[in-house]
């Protein structure tokens, strides 16, 4: 069992950076696949990035060459480095998790990206 917890979120100006931080709680951290969310006011819940065990990288099209996903296995952490911000990254930004033979899907509790001037 996994429990994650996201912090970081905040108020930003747009153009500006914010790095967000997940924690996994237990042992065997790098074995499991970890994911970035977001879901914005009256949306779906969209993935924004993956890193997998073994630390290849997808993004959405919306954010490439803007946020970068990345693993601390010593730390049991993954993060989001999230520069040139606009309005529209406006979410709760949710992390999540996935052991690499495994199907069930762990989620954090969230935390609030806003985007505005």
């Known amino acids: 069992q996994v429990q994650l917890v996201e912090s970081g979120g905040g108020l930003v100006q747009p153009g500006g950076s914010l790095r967000l931080s997940c924690v996994a709680s237990g042992r065997s951290f790098s074995i499991y696949d970890m994911g970035w969310y977001r879901q914005a006011p009256g949306k779906q819940r969209e993935l924004v990035a993956a890193?997998?065990?073994?630390?290849?990288?997808k993004y959405a099209d919306s954010v490439k060459g803007r946020f970068t996903i990345s693993r601390d296995n010593a730390k049991n952490t993954v993060y989001l480095e999230m520069k040139s911000l606009k309005p529209e990254d406006t979410a709760v930004y949710y992390c999540?998790?996935?052991?690499?033979?495994?199907?069930?899907?762990?989620w954090g509790q969230g935390t609030q990206v806003t985007v505005s001037s």
């Open positions: 890193i997998s065990s073994g630390d290849s990288t």
């Open positions: 999540n998790a996935k052991a690499l033979y495994g199907t069930v899907v762990y």
